[in-house]
């Protein structure tokens, strides 16, 4: 090879820096594009558990030896160690699973005189009824004592408590069934016995004494008779945990539901379950955490739920119909609730199922290879407990972090408890422990859409016309102040926007709704009469203002309509506008008043109006600023192809400018669409965070963005909460990333149409 | 050169022109910012005729075109000084709406700038834009104009496909079939074939040749063959003056001043 002259040669310099630059551009997009797929990762691994079902491990088997036959009930403390089983003559056999005290004994401090009739262990309350052949009835609270050695081993020892022996029923008469709920100053006993074939159901209230000395004794307050309003016989008993009212099972399949008003317990309702199911008989029924939900079952393992509401304008709570649960092979014949959430534990011969009240989700079913005698739920979710026939102790671990969770929680119509009807509502955390969360997701996507919709609504028309405008019709020189000016805007911190929205714009709105609903109609009518106007004017004084400074007229005139809007205001308020003002009766006329009168539909300081109007500040800089360039960009010569036929700069605007643009123009709304979409400090700020679902303008709303910076802090790590936040970061990201990529084949196909020779 | 001929034979026996002074520029000056492009111009241009601009690059004879239908009005800080007149009127008269104007004078320009539309919409665009959308007056329109300007037969079956399908010398000559479509009186052609090849450039020349029938022509060129070829006179500028305005053949043959033999000759330019 010839040797190439010094100059043909590239230094080596040279070629070792494009190489390496190459490989800086290929390793940084790639890390782009690794970071991004980190992030969606990361979201992922934290959403995914929210739809994982409960997994169930056997632990332990014990050899407990209990007389299987005798058992009516299992307790057990929060962490599974130290199970109760109660027995026919409550006497009660603890059996240590983790020491070495084996199984004992413990007995009720009865009198040696109280034959007992009736023994009912109530798991939710851990309570044990006990009633006499004298027709008296005591409750026992079966709580257990935690201790720590110094060791920092943990002692687990029975705690038992027998209350006072009441009498309910007359002294002839055996207890059957016996319920007990309620704390301090309302306390029911309820009890059912039979004299002479004649069934009699009484209850008592107790009631605790409070004086300057603190809690007085119990002392019995009032006698109650059912007998004669209770129709039917009655099966079983279950008397609520506050003790204001009472849900009676009975052998006709009907439920009867008793409520305390004033100082008596009226019967309120008769609810016949299982009326359009094949067997009509209830065999269980049993309430779930917080006494507000009744979950029945009949022969054929159909299982239904009923809820206490309370209608609107109603005075009183009453039941409907709001879940129905998957169907068990064979019957149900045990039925505990759990401690801690609405979740509880069924079982039938073999078969074993964890449900979940809320959602109706079967979050765990299986054919067990033992019969099943008796169960038991810890407090704490984590550990449940079956008796077999052979008295042995099968423990089970429970791993279901978010049982509360999935698909029909986040995005399905659930009726909860409380609620008239089936509905999406988002309301994360409560006041009490058996709160009923609230995770649909479906409000806050209206709420994001909604707010998203109200600030395009505002700013797409007005950023399309500025820009038409700027790159249209005025001169270079005002384009030139114009164009940056408006950039600037879009530097404004969201944070300053929603605080001027939230105390500075919101109560000026707030005080003159009709002044600015009126400048919404005068100021575009002002631009289009003044527009038309002008052209009435003779050339010869046109031509003194330079083309493209018309504006210069124009805006005064705006500022002025702005100004007359605020007087006539107040004046179009009492013609239109008035209400009767239910304080005090009299006639008012308030915009504020007569739109939820009117429209049957409220209005609220913090609405869509102030925030479509900010929002809409926020996202007109980068819809102005992108649709402009577009329009600056179509090429020259079409203009002035099309202003050299003969058009007028409106019509070239209209006819040429327009289309060659929409790609670019349709780009730039879509842009704002995803600012707005995101946006949060002027949501968070300027909305009153109220998750509602309705397009009203005068109510506020809750959007993606802002739920997750509101409820973030309150979220603990790796909750249903936490991560049911990331879900809605990812709704968001979806809804984002389809808007996006609709909007990038539209504009593409816009682009083809609309080409231009270049 | 057989054209040539044509064209030459054709001059001497041209009939004189009914309106010698149908655009009359009257010692007009031109400004862009605080640069003179225009020199105190004078110059007639008969009806129905085609004049030529002919000059070096940056002579102002672009500029002097871009006039007459005030499309330099979209240019930033400019002025001028006399005035223009079309048919006895002032084209600066302050009571003239510009539109009208250019409504009157219709243009070619040097890049073909068809309209991202339809060919049959990029030839209606000046009536629709009046408002005229009757279907069997814009049909006709579209015949008429596009047989106008030679392209009738190549494109008939596509009216309807974008007109950014055709050829270069294709869009050209549709822009000639727009500018033609609501009848102006002045067809101005700024260096309408700079960008075609021999053959398009052949075809917009001969086309040229049969609008001038109908329309007063006022071409720019560069090319002086072309400007030869196509026009009747001749205006050479140089340095925003002109130097010499004749008639072509007396322009190109025995030209009267110095500067305008070198050019013609090619020995500067």
């Not at chain 1, 534990?345 to 033992?370: C, H, M, N």
């Not at chain 2, 001497?12 to 655009?23: G, L, M």
């Not at chain 2, 500028?237 to 002109?242: A, H, I, P, R």
Request: neutral net charge; proline residues 4%.
């Amino acid at each position: 090879m010839k040797p190439i002259p010094e100059r043909f040669r590239v230094a080596k310099k040279t070629l070792l820096f494009d190489k390496f630059m190459n490989n800086f551009i290929v390793v940084g997009g790639l890390g782009i594009i690794l970071a991004v797929f980190g992030i969606f990762i990361f979201i992922l691994a934290e959403i995914i558990p929210l739809f994982d079902k409960a997994e169930v491990k056997q632990s332990t088997v014990f050899e407990a030896k209990l007389p299987a036959n005798r058992v009516i009930g299992l307790g057990v403390d929060e962490w599974c160690e130290l199970p109760v089983a109660i027995l026919d003559d409550a006497s009660l056999l603890y059996t240590d699973l983790l020491g070495t005290r084996g199984t004992f004994e413990k007995k009720l401090p009865l009198d040696a005189s109280d034959k007992l009739t009736c023994v009912n262990y109530v798991a939710r309350k851990q309570e044990l009824i006990v009633g006499t052949n004298d027709g008296r009835v005591a409750v026992a609270e079966l709580k257990y004592a935690t201790n720590f050695l110094p060791s920092g081993q943990r002692v687990i020892e029975p705690d038992v408590q027998l209350g006072e022996m009441y009498p309910v029923l007359d002294a002839k008469t055996a207890v059957t069934l016996a319920d007990f709920g309620g704390k301090s100053e309302s306390q029911l006993i309820l009890a059912v016995g039979t004299t002479n074939g004649k069934q009699i159901v009484k209850g008592v209230t107790l009631k605790q004494k409070r004086s300057l000395f603190g809690k007085g004794k119990v002392e019995v307050d009032t006698d109650y008779d059912f007998s004669n309003q209770v129709k039917g016989t009655v099966k079983d008993i279950d008397v609520s945990i506050f003790g204001e009212s009472f849900m009676l099972t009975m052998e006709d399949g009907t439920l009867q539901f008793f409520a305390k008003e004033g100082e008596t317990f009226p019967l309120r309702q008769i609810i016949k379950p299982f009326e359009s199911f094949a067997d009509k008989e209830i065999v269980k029924g049993e309430y779930l955490l917080g006494d507000a939900t009744f979950v029945v079952s009949n022969k054929n393992g159909d299982i239904i739920g009923y809820s206490s509401y309370l209608a609107k304008g109603a005075k009183n709570i009453q039941f409907a119909h709001t879940k129905t649960f998957e169907k068990i092979p064979g019957v149900l014949k045990h039925f505990t609730s759990c401690l801690r959430n609405k979740a509880f534990l069924i079982a039938g011969e073999k078969y074993a199922s964890i449900r979940y009240g809320t959602t109706e989700d079967t979050r765990w079913e299986k054919k067990l290879d033992f019969d099943i005698q008796s169960i038991a739920l810890s407090g704490k979710y984590e550990k449940m407990l079956f008796m077999d026939s052979e008295g042995r102790l099968h423990k089970y671990d429970i791993t279901d972090h978010h049982p509360e969770s999935g698909f029909q929680a986040f995005f399905g119509k659930i009726w909860y408890e409380g609620q008239p009807e089936a509905d999406y509502i988002w309301q994360s955390t409560g006041g009490t422990d058996d709160f009923e969360p609230k995770l649909s997701l479906i409000p806050l996507i209206i709420g994001s859409l909604k707010g998203t919709f109200y600030a395009l609504l505002f700013a797409v028309p007005i950023s399309l016309i500025a820009a038409l405008y700027t790159s249209q019709f005025v001169t270079p020189d005002v384009k030139r102040i114009v164009k940056p000016t408006v950039e600037i805007m879009a530097s404004l911190p969201s944070v300053v926007l929603g605080f001027l929205a939230a105390l500075w714009l919101a109560p000026i709105v707030d005080r003159q709704v009709p002044s600015f609903l009126l400048m919404i109609i005068v100021v575009p009518t002002i631009v289009l009469f003044f527009g038309w106007l002008w052209q009435q004017f003779p050339v010869y004084i046109r031509v003194k203002l330079p083309v493209g400074m018309e504006f210069a007229i124009a805006i005064p005139l705006i500022f002025l309509g702005c100004y007359l809007c605020t007087l006539i205001g107040p004046e179009v308020e009492k013609i239109f506008f008035v209400v009767t003002d239910p304080t005090t009766g009299k006639k008012v006329a308030d915009f504020r008043l007569w739109w939820p009168e009117t429209m049957g539909i409220p209005y609220t300081q913090r609405n869509a109006l102030v925030v479509g109007f900010v929002m809409g500040f926020a996202v007109i800089p980068i819809i102005f600023t992108i649709s402009e360039d577009a329009m600056s960009n179509v090429p020259k010569s079409l203009r002035s192809g099309s202003l050299a036929l003969g058009a007028s700069r409106w019509q070239t605007a209209i006819n040429i400018v327009l289309p060659t643009a929409a790609a670019g123009i349709f780009s730039a709304v879509m842009i704002g669409f995803g600012r707005a979409v995101g946006e949060t400090m002027i949501v968070v700020m300027a909305t009153g965070n109220t998750a509602v679902m309705d397009m009203n303008i005068f109510s506020g709303m809750r959007t993606l963005s802002a739920n997750t910076a509101v409820e973030i802090p309150e979220a603990p790590q790796h909750s249903t909460l936490y991560r049911g936040l990331f879900l809605g970061a990812m709704v968001l990201f979806l809804i984002t990333f389809a808007v996006n990529t609709i909007a990038e084949v539209m504009r593409q196909k816009l682009r083809e149409r609309y080409k231009t020779v270049e | 050169m057989n054209k040539m001929t044509k064209n030459t034979t054709n001059g001497t026996k041209e009939v004189a022109s009914e309106k010698p002074d149908y655009i009359k520029v009257d010692n007009f000056s031109f400004y862009y910012g605080s640069a003179k492009v225009l020199h105190s111009l004078n110059l007639d241009i008969p009806y129905k005729k085609v004049t030529a601009f002919i000059g070096p690059s940056g002579c102002g004879k672009s500029t002097l075109l871009r006039n007459l239908n005030r499309m330099n009005d979209l240019v930033d800080g400019i002025k001028h000084e006399g005035d223009i007149r079309v048919d006895g009127e002032s084209i600066y008269d302050p009571f003239l709406e510009v539109i009208s104007l250019r409504k009157r004078i219709g243009m070619v320009f040097q890049k073909s700038n068809p309209f991202p539309k339809t060919i049959y919409e990029n030839v209606v665009y000046s009536l629709r834009i009046a408002g005229r959308n009757s279907k069997s007056e814009l049909d006709t329109v579209v015949e008429k104009s596009l047989r106008g300007a030679a392209l009738w037969d190549e494109v008939k079956d596509r009216l309807h496909e974008s007109a950014l399908g055709m050829s270069g010398g294709q869009m050209q000559r549709l822009c000639i079939a727009r500018a033609i479509a609501n009848k102006p009186e002045i067809l101005l052609m700024d260096e309408p074939c700079s960008a075609l090849d021999p053959i398009a450039t052949a075809k917009v020349e001969e086309l040229i040749h049969e609008l001038k029938t109908e329309f007063t022509i006022v071409i720019v060129t560069h090319n002086m063959q072309q400007a030869a070829r196509v026009s009747d006179r001749t205006a050479f500028f140089y340095l925003g003056k002109l130097i010499e305005y004749d008639k072509t053949e007396q322009l190109f043959m025995s030209p009267k001043v110095k500067q305008t033999e070198d050019y013609v000759s090619g020995r500067f330019g």
